[in-house]
């Protein structure tokens, strides 16, 4: 039986398509239609990069690629014995480069895909949030008034500038992650230190 | 209140039928016999207690409380060991160390059903209280590898580790609680990089902190213990630890049990109770562990009979859930009922316990 890898669908996925050829591990080629593909040994499922955690705190995929700020909201029990290096980006929270500084005692609007780690950032500054959870395009939140501020990654931050938004403060750092089901690391030890091993001698 | 129907069930409820239900009774049976086997006495303690009997921050925000007539704050069991620690320290006050009690049954906790955990769990486990520690630990991996054997599952392996390493090696830096936590948890999760970033925000010294930034790469066969012997040599606690666990590896491998052992210094779990060696049991086909266990020298001091103690747990759900993966443990079929019918009522009924009497299964039919 051989192992199973859950990949990122999204902007990981060239990132662990080169480092894998770069280990000479095989890769999946991906047409954007099948999802479970078998390559010399490896069976690859592309699932969505929320969902990558699940997969393989469930067991069904022994290892996977997820980046360090999906792992955070996800809290999954996994082993994140490899960082990847690829993936750079930060957590963040962002305002209106125009909006007055809110009161230290009211209670913060904060639009997010991360609501779980939106929600324990604020909690743990003694701040009272209102967690307001979108799938996508959040930096639109606080020009149209559903939310005071976002939490949310930015590489370059460029889309945060044309959506007139400024960095508040850094929430986390986020790289790619080799990610590893418990049960597998120890039930299949040999197979995924072997994995490990490939992945770690082609990091730069 | 929530509006539902009479049939709707609430979350995290179970209800097993027939062959789901005769399957879990078998594995149970097959268990306990293996407790048995190794001399364990069966305890069956109350559903209910004192909440504080069942203390400890992880547990008391799962526990379910409830406020009895003369005003006392009352708790289901969230688990089997405080219970079993009070009832050694009170009622077995008088028995000699050590105990070796087993139990079987229901906890119930608030717990999102999720990975084959329900509100309900179905726990079977054992604590031996007092007596050697060394002959303890070993005994009791042996009895869990046994256990897993003779439930009928394959292919699975207790890794092993000991919270005595991490908590020894930071013995002697001052680092305030939130940052061993934070540590802790990047440990646990092998992130090489945030242990790292962890040590320094908590200012860790350089030696500590290699050593400490080793462990996540810890994990194997017992050649890792050899090398952790040699990196952590400097502090005393950390080699004591290693040397606990090498005398226990080395014993389980001289009893076969080598193939059985995964080593895993990162393994840090619940530093708040356990005390030595830590266990969890995996298996191929189930994602998460069937069971676990360790050593909890200071719980029973609370209770007022300081005992060292050592104990494992099985999740019978979760057992349940690897046999059905594998494919294996299915319950022998039930043996086929004859048909009593023909007769009246009269006659029908004293045939049954005639044929009852003689060691069949009947089923009595309606009508003629």
Redesign the interface.
């Given at each position: 039986m051989s192992l199973t890898i859950a990949l990122p669908k999204g902007k990981l996925l060239a990132g662990a398509q080169a480092l894998f050829r770069k280990a000479e591990l095989p890769f999946p080629e991906t047409d954007g239609r099948r999802l479970v593909v078998s390559v010399d040994g490896l069976r690859f499922l592309l699932v969505k990069d929320m969902d990558v955690p699940t997969y393989?705190?469930?067991?069904?995929a022994d290892c996977g690629v997820a980046g360090r700020d999906v792992l955070l909201e996800a809290g999954s029990?996994?082993?994140?014995?490899l960082?990847l290096g690829f993936g750079r980006c930060r957590l963040v929270v962002a305002r209106a480069r125009e909006a007055a500084a809110p009161a230290a005692t009211s209670t913060v609007r904060v639009a997010t895909k991360y609501p779980r780690v939106t929600a324990a950032h604020f909690r743990q500054r003694g701040v009272s949030a209102e967690v307001v959870r979108l799938s996508g395009s959040v930096e639109l939140a606080p020009g149209l008034g559903l939310a005071d501020c976002i939490v949310d990654v930015v590489e370059t931050g460029r889309t945060l500038q044309e959506n007139g938004l400024e960095v508040v403060e850094e929430v986390a750092a986020s790289t790619a992650?080799l990610v590893?089901?418990?049960?597998?690391?120890?039930?299949?030890?040999d197979e995924v230190?072997a994995l490990i091993a490939r992945l770690r001698a082609a990091l730069p | 209140m929530a509006a539902h129907t009479l049939i709707e069930v609430p979350s995290g409820v179970q209800c097993f039928v027939g062959e789901e239900a005769r399957r879990r009774r078998e594995i149970e049976s097959r268990v306990l016999g293996v407790f048995e086997g190794w001399a364990y006495e069966e305890i069956i303690p109350p559903l209910f207690d004192y909440a504080d009997v069942f203390s400890g921050p992880a547990l008391t925000a799962k526990t379910y409380s409830f406020v009895s007539r003369d005003g006392s704050l009352l708790a289901l069991r969230p688990d089997f060991t405080s219970l079993i620690a009070k009832i050694a320290a009170g009622r077995l006050a008088d028995r000699p160390a050590p105990l070796r009690l087993y139990y079987s049954g229901e906890v119930l906790r608030y717990e999102p059903p999720k990975?084959g955990r329900q509100g309900e769990l179905y726990q079977m486990g054992l604590e031996r209280l007092g007596g050697d520690r060394l002959r303890g630990d070993a005994e009791v991996l042996a009895i869990a590898a046994e256990s897993l054997e003779a439930a009928g599952a394959g292919?699975?392996?207790l890794?092993v580790g000991h919270v005595g390493v991490f908590a020894g090696l930071l013995r002697d830096c001052e680092v305030e609680p939130t940052s061993v936590e934070s540590l802790r948890e990047r440990v646990e999760?092998?992130?090489?990089?945030?242990v790292r970033e962890a040590l320094e925000r908590a200012r860790v010294p350089p030696p500590v902190a290699d050593a400490v930034r080793r462990l996540?790469r810890l994990?194997?066969g017992r050649e890792v213990l050899e090398e952790a012997s040699r990196a952590f040599a400097f502090s005393e606690p950390a080699r004591t630890a290693v040397a606990e666990l090498q005398a226990v590896a080395a014993a389980l491998a001289a009893a076969g049990l080598e193939p059985r052992v995964?080593i895993?210094l990162g393994e840090v779990r619940g530093l708040d109770y356990y005390t030595g060696l830590v266990f969890?049991a995996?298996?191929?086909?189930?994602?998460?562990?069937v069971g676990g266990g360790g050593r909890y020298d200071a719980l029973l001091s609370r209770f007022g009979r300081p005992l060292p103690a050592v104990g494992f747990m099985l999740g019978l759900d979760r057992l349940a859930l690897l046999l059905e993966k594998q494919g294996r443990g299915a319950a022998r079929p039930a043996a086929a009922a004859e048909t009593v019918a023909g007769g009246d009522l009269a006659d029908d009924l004293r045939r049954a316990r005639e044929r009852r009497s003689a060691g069949a299964r009947i089923r009595l039919a309606d009508g003629r």
């Open positions: 393989v705190e469930y067991g069904v029990d996994v082993y994140e014995p960082d992650r590893v089901n418990p049960a597998s690391f120890h039930a299949r030890r230190a | 990975a292919d699975f392996v890794a999760a092998k992130d090489e990089g945030g996540s994990s194997g995964s895993d969890r995996f298996a191929r086909g189930l994602g998460f562990e």
